[in-house]
């Protein structure tokens, strides 16, 4: 029940179309869903995160769109970029549980060709 | 601005062997985390710590031992290395809950 399913595991998009990164989880409790971009070498950083009480938040070229019923939400990057390429991570947390944890999903890697 | 820093970089031990890794940060952070990153298993959190002189376990502790003595540090311990251990550690801090987390650039740690 904690875990965070993403999908898919790798991605080979052109340059200029939308990546869609899909994360699934089960615990009706998680309360914030953030996601990371991890380059080569580096740690990961935070993208963009959303909240359930929205079911859709953007920044950029960078959209998450959350569907509550389905405890589903996913990343769009809009006309992607090699610069894009690295890999993603979704994350899921519940505050309220008095516990502090991000459950990661598995990752997914992206590659963006010129 | 350095963030998170941690040391080392890389590490090769020997089974058996024991060390520290060190993460610091300058952001006067409460929580900080000690997560290990493996291929196609994301990140698992190791241990935990809420502010300075708290630890908590994470999703798989075993084998680890972390302390927090001074709010800006936060150590992992490796008392006898296992080849199961070979992995990429990161350390991350954040302000409090649901603040984003920080990350450091990894140590890359190889048990033989």
């Known amino acids: 029940q904690q875990q965070v399913k993403q999908s898919p595991q790798s991605l080979i998009v052109q340059k200029g179309g939308i990546s869609i990164i899909n994360c699934a989880y089960e615990?009706?409790?998680?309360?914030?869903f953030p996601w990371y971009q991890q380059f080569p070498g580096k740690g990961p950083a935070l993208l963009i995160a959303?909240?359930?009480?929205?079911s859709e938040k953007k920044e950029g070229r960078f959209t998450i769109s959350f569907n509550k019923s389905a405890k589903q939400f996913s990343l769009h990057i809009m006309d992607s970029q090699p610069g894009d390429s690295a890999t993603y991570f979704c994350?899921?947390?519940?505050?309220?549980?008095?516990?502090?944890?991000?459950?990661f999903g598995t990752g997914t890697r992206l590659k963006v060709l010129a | 601005n350095a963030g998170v820093t941690q040391t080392p970089k890389f590490r090769v031990l020997k089974t058996g062997q024991s060390m520290t890794l060190l993460c610091a940060q300058d952001?006067?952070?409460?929580?900080m985390y000690w997560y290990r990153q493996d291929p196609g298993m994301g990140l698992r959190l190791i241990h935990y710590?809420?502010?300075?002189?708290?630890?908590a376990k994470g999703e798989v502790p075993d084998g680890y031992n972390v302390s927090r003595l001074k709010k800006q540090n936060f150590l992992l311990g490796l008392e006898s290395a296992a080849p199961s251990q070979t992995s990429v550690y990161f350390c991350?801090?954040?302000?409090?809950?649901?603040?984003?987390?920080?990350f450091g650039d990894g140590t890359r740690l190889s048990i033989l």
């Open positions: 991350a801090s954040s302000y409090r809950v649901h603040q984003p987390q920080h």
């Open positions: 615990n009706t409790a998680f309360d914030y």
């Open positions: 959303i909240r359930p009480d929205v």
């Open positions: 994350a899921a947390s519940n505050a309220t549980s008095g516990t502090y944890k991000y459950i």
């Open positions: 952001m006067n952070h409460e929580y």
């Open positions: 710590s809420v502010g300075e002189g708290t630890t």
